[in-house]
């Protein structure tokens, strides 16, 4: 099943408010509690403000990127902990695949115009800019780990959409969010080609965002649980978690929530490990 909203995407682009208020001041409620988001309950308030500001003013595309990070985030750096929360969680990746499409069709009706009439996919990809950047990664990470998390096939029907859109954001900006592109891939070159991937071009995509940018936690933790785990390489394994579990997170605090969430899944794979060796266990 296609997670994009085809029928507001392929329809009306321009959208009535469905209540009254102070968009504004909703927007801004929201971007304060976001600062707050390692706290879930402050990060729900900033989905739940900005929701509220796109009620009142439902055009606003940049408020949808917005939403889609926090619902990738609520996801991804909380709900994934809790086993009992797991649909919860597909709910928010999907929802946060769906706000960035949104974002797409509303800030470049041309690309939405392109991919409704059914041209290329290349040619619909040619009317985005560096403004659709954004977007374009918060609309392929959820989607990814939306696939992941319900089906192989879902991975397979979005490859090909998914690997122009991110060869495009590395075209216009490699260094995007933190080398975000060739971490995509590192990802993305575990699983395809299906079943075995390509480990050595994974790894090369990894360490290409880990060298430009190594503060960010959740490359390591990457390539540590989808391409080391995957090769068998204990050693590649532990140093990538060790790293991540000795790095200081008061070192880049504006990403503090983002790489404490990733510490956190750091020391639960390596606890995992030293489980299954206590048990002799076969382990990497």
């Known amino acids: 099943m296609y997670v994009c909203v085809s029928l507001f995407f392929c329809g009306e682009v321009s959208l009535p408010p469905t209540a009254q208020g102070d968009a504004e001041e909703w927007s801004k ?8 988001r390692a706290d879930e309950a402050q990060l729900r308030a900033a989905v739940d403000g900005w929701q509220k500001a796109l009620a009142i003013d439902p055009n606003r595309a940049e408020l949808r990127v917005k939403l889609a990070r926090a ?7 909380h709900l994934r902990f809790d086993e009992e929360r797991e649909q919860e969680m597909i709910a928010n990746f999907r929802e946060g695949t769906n706000q960035a499409e949104m974002a797409l069709g509303q800030k470049y009706p041309a690309f939405r115009s392109k991919f409704c009439s059914r041209q290329p996919y290349s040619v619909a990809l040619q009317q985005l800019d560096k403004g659709a950047l954004g977007a374009m990664y918060w609309y392929a990470t959820n989607l ?22 991110m060869e495009l954001m590395k075209s216009l900006d490699a260094g995007f969010f933190h080398h975000a592109a060739d971490r995509y ?22 360490e290409a965002s880990i060298s430009g940018a190594p503060y960010y936690l959740a490359t390591r933790v990457l390539l540590a649980s989808m391409n080391a785990a995957k090769a068998g390489d204990r050693a590649l394994f532990k140093a990538q978690l060790d790293a991540v579990m000795a790095f200081d997170l008061d070192s880049r605090p504006d990403l503090k929530p983002e790489n404490t969430a ?23």
Do not use: C
């Not at 619902?71 to 750096?77: E, I, K, Q, R, V």
């Not at 575990?190 to 079943?195: A, D, E, L, S």
């Open 29 to 36: 409620k929201a971007d304060g509690a976001w600062e707050q």
């Open 71 to 77: 619902h990738y985030f609520l996801a991804d750096g």
């Open 144 to 165: 990814g780990k939306y696939a992941l998390a319900t089906s192989i096939v879902e991975v397979l029907n979005q490859k090909d959409r998914i690997v122009a859109m």
């Open 185 to 206: 891939f590192g990802a993305f070159y575990t699983k395809i080609p299906f079943p075995s991937g390509d480990l050595p071009k994974s790894q090369g995509h990894f």
């Open 262 to 284: 990733e510490q956190r899944k750091a020391d639960d794979l390596l606890a995992e490990i030293r489980e299954r060796e206590a048990k002799d266990e076969r382990v990497l």
